[in-house]
Every structure is written in C-alpha cells, then in structure tokens.
C-alpha cells in the first residue's frame, strides 16, 4: 500500500512536528508553501501558530485560491489550533483584515482559553481514536462556540474551567483541533488522519 502524500502548510507554525508527527504515522509527509507544491499532495495539515500571520502569508504565498480550490474539491485537510482558526467559517475575536479558508461550518473564538499564560493541558477523548483519552496541550487555543448541522463533535474538555467546551471537530473530509497532537508524540490523531486521507484518495 503506497503511503499518502500529505503536506504541512509551511508559512509559519509547527511545521517541522507535523512533519515528524505524519511520517510515523505512515504518510509521505512535505513541507508546502508554493501552489506547486500544494498539486503533488493527497491532503493538507494547516499547522499551530498565529493565524493573523499564516492568513497574510498565504496571500503573500498566492496560497489562498489553490487551497480554496483543493477543499472544494474534497482535499482532505486537518487544522490544529490557528489551523483551526483558518478552517472555521466565523471567528470571534479575529483581526478584521484575518480571512481563512472557511471549510468547516462553525464559529470558533480566538484565544478563548486566555493569553500564553493561560495555555494547560487536559485529557480529551476523542470520538473515533481508540485507547484513552488525549493528552491535549492548549496553547492560547481557541474553541468551538457553535457548529453547523454538518459537523461532527469530536471531542470536548472533560474537566477545569473550561469543562464542555468543544476541542475536536469533522465536517466530511475537513477535521479541526484546538489543542496540538504534535507535541505529545501521541501519533493517533496523526494515524486518524492519515486513514482519511486514504480512503479520500
């Protein structure tokens, strides 16, 4: 069985763990940041890091239009953190001038779980991963506010402050993340992934 070939968009963020993360999971796994890039890949990973930034350099980059195109055209693509950001529909608390690639029905807040000195970790189980609950790291993360009929819960936070609050999200062949998979070298969600994008092609 050939492994996929999944890309890491490669403007800004946790690129070099996403990397890593989908190459042990059994992908082919490449950095992307030029639209010719983008056409070689079966899916996409929208990495972790400051979506304001990661939306202007996708202008920057001429990335916006191909990878709208790609998600119409049923690319599969998993956002953690500012990737989720960029895939939601509606951001609270986003920059006016922010625009992302609005896949997912859904309105997530930016920030939501507090400044950097807020971020944490909690146990998240997630619907369709196997074994016990997720070790999620949350990094000045967003969360769900309210999804669309269309879209799938995940999973939420379990416990603290923040108990019920949705964290893991799929709408078809998109899925979304606020916490970071990357930096645990728990590879599930990565493996998750990778099986999407292989029936997808």
Same mark, same amino acid.
């Given at each position: ?5 999944? *890309?890491?968009?490669?403007?800004? *963020?946790?690129? @070099? +763990?996403?990397? $890593?993360?989908? $190459? ?15 056409? /070689? ?9 400051? %979506?304001?930034?990661? %939306? ?11 990878? #709208?195109?790609?998600?119409?055209? *049923? ?14 529909? +509606?951001?609270?608390?986003? @920059?006016?001038?922010? @625009? ?18 807020? %971020?944490?970790? /909690?146990?998240?189980?997630? /619907? ?7 070790? $999620?790291?949350?990094?000045? /993360?967003?969360?769900? +506010? ?25 709408? *078809?062949?998109?899925?979304?993340? %606020?916490?970071?998979? +990357?930096?645990?070298? #728990?590879?599930?969600?990565? @493996? ?10």
């Amino acid at each position: 069985m050939t492994a996929p070939v999944i *890309g890491v968009l490669a403007l800004q *963020g946790d690129v @070099r +763990e996403h990397v $890593a993360a989908l $190459a042990g999971a059994g992908a082919d796994a490449r950095p992307v940041r030029r639209p010719a890039e983008l056409d /070689a890949v079966d899916g996409l990973v929208i990495p972790g890091g400051e %979506s304001t930034t990661i %939306s202007k350099l996708a202008d920057i980059f001429e990335m916006r239009e191909p990878i #709208d195109k790609r998600i119409a055209g *049923g690319m599969p693509v998993y956002g953690s953190c500012a990737g989720m950001i960029m895939l939601a529909g +509606e951001v609270l608390d986003g @920059r006016p001038d922010q @625009r992302g690639f609005a896949g997912i029905d859904m309105t997530v807040r930016r920030n939501a779980f507090g400044r950097q000195v807020d %971020s944490f970790e /909690a146990p998240v189980e997630i /619907a369709g991963v196997e074994g016990e609950p997720f070790h $999620a790291i949350f990094i000045r /993360a967003p969360w769900v +506010e309210r999804v669309g009929a269309g879209v799938e819960v995940l999973g939420r936070v379990d416990e603290g402050p923040a108990a019920g609050r949705i964290v893991a999200v799929r709408q *078809g062949h998109l899925v979304a993340t %606020s916490f970071h998979p +990357e930096l645990t070298g #728990d590879l599930r969600l990565h @493996r998750y992934f990778v099986d999407l994008v292989r029936a997808a092609a």
